[in-house]
């Protein structure tokens, strides 16, 4: 496999508890670990996405910046969110406080980096009945929201590679 053309600093954001480290680890190693370890500060994973041919087959390297929960909105005056190329704004399906929480940090996002992709993420949907998997955020900064499982993985491929591919194509 060639070299990667590029690389993209991606912030994962949200309150404690909605499974950024789960998403992560899901989408880096393909694997879920049920044990609950808080995530202190930032942990940093990177993965190689190859974005195909409507990407002209180009190779992104996602450098993912997994924050700790208690970072709140604080994050972006933080050295953290410097130079992010892109977020993943997460809250957690059976919590529903957390979505008011996901929806202020992506529109500060958005705020903070104007035309920078961003997803925000309902996670955790394996918890509820495919009836209850209605969010309605209306002062949300983006009009699309992900659902997905780490548990599963249902979504959670689809959510990196959009997001890469908005990444791609804004660079």
């Known amino acids: 496999m060639t070299a990667p053309a590029l690389a993209a600093k991606v912030l994962l954001l949200g309150s404690i508890g909605v499974g950024k480290t789960s998403l992560a680890n899901r989408f880096v190693f393909d694997r879920f670990d049920g044990a609950y370890k808080t995530t202190l500060g930032v942990d940093i994973l990177t993965h190689d996405l190859p974005l195909g041919p409507d990407c002209d087959d180009a ?35 059976s919590r529903p406080e957390t979505l008011g929480h996901m929806a202020k940090l992506a529109n500060e996002f958005s705020d903070r980096f104007p035309g920078r992709p961003m997803r925000a993420i309902v996670n955790k949907v394996d918890l509820l009945a495919p ?6 955020l209306p002062d949300l900064a983006v009009e699309d929201i992900a659902q997905t499982s780490a548990l599963t993985g249902q979504g959670v491929a689809e959510l990196f590679q959009s997001l890469g591919r ?6």
Do not use: M
Request: no cysteine.
């Open 59 to 93: 190779l992104l390297r996602l450098v993912l910046w997994d924050s700790d929960g208690d970072f709140g909105d604080r994050i972006f005056a933080s050295a953290y969110a410097l130079g992010a190329q892109g977020a993943l704004v997460v809250a957690d399906a």
């Open 166 to 171: 908005a990444i791609w194509r804004s660079a």
């Open 131 to 136: 009836a209850a998997r209605s969010f309605d």
